[in-house]
């Protein structure tokens, strides 16, 4: 028996709501990723942003899982080499720095979760393909996803397609269900075997969120005891939206006006290019 919970009617309507507040948060904050900006302004604008002008609570600040110290920021921001987590702090943004900005807002007590990646001025040749592949690879995962298909299939298309392009998936985090809760069953894993784990029902609800890194998968964790980096400093990249399993397929929640559109093949209707 699946402990994966099935979203009323209700509770899928406020989730598109809080979602769809996620993802303006980052359409707010865009225009402010330059050079010469610190991590810790884009934090505190998004913050102000949250709380004055949508009425929504930053889920990740203070937030304190078992075995952690609560986490001291509203948003993440993970630049280059760090994979998830990254404390918005003082660091500085420089030409051809990629960076992804992960943005949580609970409105009336529901979580809305989605993140972007970010190019700083003029980026390499090897971010961009990263950034390009990794945006592709969540979208070729959302592709899998409609009713009697099962986990497995979103990390075998994830795993697939970043491997195909000579770059890896990290193991050690995962997408995973969302409403009243931050976190909720399932995990969604980003490699794996088709025709496996769980099978997705509608009113499912969860992230899709792949890491790739440019050089190996094996990660290492910084002394603040948040911030995930690449053991090897290859750069890393993410995107995630969250997912609602419709009766005929998908639907992502997670849209705002000034979202990436999908990529070609997919408004094309194929699962992948």
Known sequence: MSNILIKSADDIEKMRIACKLSAEVLDYIAPF???????????????????????????PLNYCPPGYKPYPKAT???????????????????????MNIDITVIKDGYYGDCSRMFIVGEPSVQARRLNQVTYECMWIGIAQVRPGAHFGDIGYAVQTHAEKNGFSVVREFCGHGIGKSFHEEPQVLHFGKPGTLAKMEPGMIFTIEPMINAG?????????????KTKDRSLSA????????????????TVSPLMPPPPQWIQNGTNRP
């Open 238 to 253: 993410q995107w995630e939206h969250t997912i609602l399993v419709t009766p005929t397929g998908y639907e992502v929640l």
């Open 33 to 59: 990723v330059k050079v010469g900006v610190t991590t810790g302004e884009l934090d505190k604008l998004c913050h102000e942003f949250m709380i004055n002008v949508q009425g929504t609570i930053p889920a």
């Open 76 to 98: 993440c921001t993970s630049v280059n080499d760090v994979i998830c987590h990254g404390i918005p702090g003082g660091k500085i943004l420089k030409s051809g720095d990629i």
């Open 216 to 228: 190996r998968r094996e990660i290492r964790e910084d002394k603040d005891g948040w911030t995930i």
